[in-house]
Structures are given as C-alpha cells and as structure tokens.
T-cell receptor
C-alpha cells in the first residue's frame, strides 16, 4: 500500500512569511496527525483529526498555525506568520480509527525560517 | 501527566556490541500502548514495536528484543550484535486510549552511533 505522502520535502522562508504543508494519508485511515519535531527533540503533537473533525488541537499555536482536513482525506497545515522558532520538521501520520493499532508516518517537511 | 523519559542522549558502540536503550514512562491510565520508533538520518520514523499494557511478555525479533516491566514503568530496547546500519535516533513513545482516539507522546530520543 502507498505510504503517507507529504510535500514539500524542504522549505526555506523568511520570518513573517506564510507557508503551507500538505499531507495525503494512507487510504482508508480515519485518523490524521500533525507533529512538530524540533531538532534534538521528539515529535510533539500539534493537531489530531478524526475524519474531518478536530479531536485535539490543544498544543497548536492557534494565533499563527491552522490546519484543515477537507472531506476527511488530505490535510493542510499552515503557518502565518512564521517565526524563527518554527524551524522544525513537520510530520504527518495516519492510523485506522484507533491509533492504538499503529501509526504510519510520512517523510516530513523540513522547514527553515531565516 | 503522561511523560516518556529517555535518559540516554547519545550512545556510541563498536559493531557487534550489544546495546540497551532505556525508556521510562509515566501514565495514570491502566490501558496504554508503548512503541519504539527508529529515525535514520533520512528522517522518516520507522515503526519497530507496539506493546499494550496488559502484555508484559518480552519480545524478540531477530537482533532486537524488548523488556517491558510495569513494576518499574520501563520498556527497554536491546540490540544484540549491533551493526553500522543500526545507527539512528531511537524514540520510545506512549499512547493512552481515549474515547476519540490516541496520540503519541514521545521521549526525546537516544542517538545510537555504531562504528565499524
């Protein structure tokens, strides 16, 4: 089966600019996650979707980050405006209805804010 | 609060040595899942194992083995006869079963360097 697809692979932007990342999960996976991985740290959950509804966005900096999952399939994560501390790898993951059955991660988007 | 601690930041070994990566977790739930992931230099997270809180049997898969001890809240990972290809960052993670699904809580990772 095809894996979790993410694009772009790399992105360099200046601070205060906006950026968007795209994720296409494994077909049929109802749950989609966006994680942020800062260099030297473990991934941290930003937002979790169940189909097209938000389950948990408690750690999403909502003043600058937004995410949507239209039609319960693809998802887009946006940062506007970006700050230097947003430099990180943004990982998308998907799982069947319950994440306890396993997660599949995409290759991530490495964002550098200069 | 849920927490995963990987106290070893970096480990360096020579090929064929055995190495154990430690993981200690905190949770108030009685039902939870523990995971290990490998992150090679290419960046993707590779799933290694999932263990539920009711199954304390140790598991072996080739050169990999895992020791789960609820009494000490630990889920340690051992690589036997390490190889250069084992060089990567290894993450331990915890997920708690909630009504609407689960999300992973990761430790900070242990960087394993295996030299020839």
């Amino acid at each position: 089966e095809a894996g979790v697809a993410q694009s772009p692979r790399y992105k360099i932007i200046e601070k205060r600019q906006s950026v968007a990342f795209w994720c296409n999960p494994i077909s049929g996976h109802a749950t989609l996650y966006w994680y942020q991985q800062i260099l030297g740290q473990g991934p941290k959950l930003l937002i979790q979707f169940q189909n097209n509804g938000v389950v948990d966005d408690s750690q999403l900096p909502k003043d600058r980050f937004s995410a949507e999952r239209l039609k319960g399939v693809d998802s887009t994560l946006k940062i506007q405006p970006a700050k230097l501390e947003d430099s990180a790898v943004y990982l998308c993951a998907s799982s069947p209805m319950s994440g306890s059955y396993g997660y599949t991660f995409g290759s991530g988007t490495r964002l550098t804010v200069v | 609060a849920q927490k995963v601690t990987q106290a070893q930041t970096e480990i360096s070994v020579v090929e064929k040595e055995d190495v154990t990566l430690d993981c200690v977790y905190e949770t108030r739930d009685t039902t939870y899942y523990l995971f290990w992931y490998k992150q090679p230099p290419s960046g993707e997270l590779v799933f290694l194992i999932r263990r539920n809180s009711f199954d304390e049997q140790n598991e072996i898969s080739g050169r990999y083995s895992w020791n789960f001890q609820k009494s000490t809240s630990s889920f340690n990972f051992t690589i036997t006869a390490s190889q250069v290809v084992d060089s990567a960052v290894y993450f331990c993670a915890l997920s708690e079963v909630h009504q609407a699904g689960t999300a992973l809580i990761f430790g900070k990772g242990t960087t394993l360097s295996v030299s020839s």
